[in-house]
């Protein structure tokens, strides 16, 4: 499986970009598409799941992105608007696939954001 993930670049605070995230391969059954980020000294992050249908976001993003998947595309996008200077950071999207009961995660690459302030 392949994820590949693209949109990420440089911004002016207030700003808006569109990530997008597109899985190839070996996928039998995606149950939960995710984008986490890791900014500049700090752990990987979760900013925002789709799974069955339900949204999560980190209290940070509320408000301001937006994600939402194309299942017969096996892609997943994150809106991002009003962006931050503090969302800097690389961004990486997941992908949990299911399997005769069993899952498996995969990652992708990551896309940088910087957002200037």
């Known amino acids: 499986v392949q994820l590949q993930a693209s949109g990420g670049g440089l911004v002016q605070s207030g700003g808006f970009l569109r990530l997008s995230c597109a899985a190839s391969g070996s996928i039998f059954s995606i149950t939960e598409m995710a984008w986490y980020r890791q900014r500049p000294e700090k752990q990987r992050e979760l900013v925002a799941s789709v799974s069955g249908g339900v949204t999560n976001y980190a209290d940070s993003v509320k408000g301001r992105f937006t994600i939402s998947r194309d299942s017969a595309k096996n892609t997943v996008y994150l809106q991002m608007n009003s962006l931050k200077p503090e969302d800097t950071a690389v961004y990486y999207c997941?992908?949990?696939?299911?399997?005769?009961?069993?899952?498996?995660?995969?990652w992708g690459k990551g896309t940088l954001v910087t957002v200037s302030s």
């Open positions: 997941k992908i949990v696939d299911w399997y005769f009961s069993s899952t498996t995660t995969h």
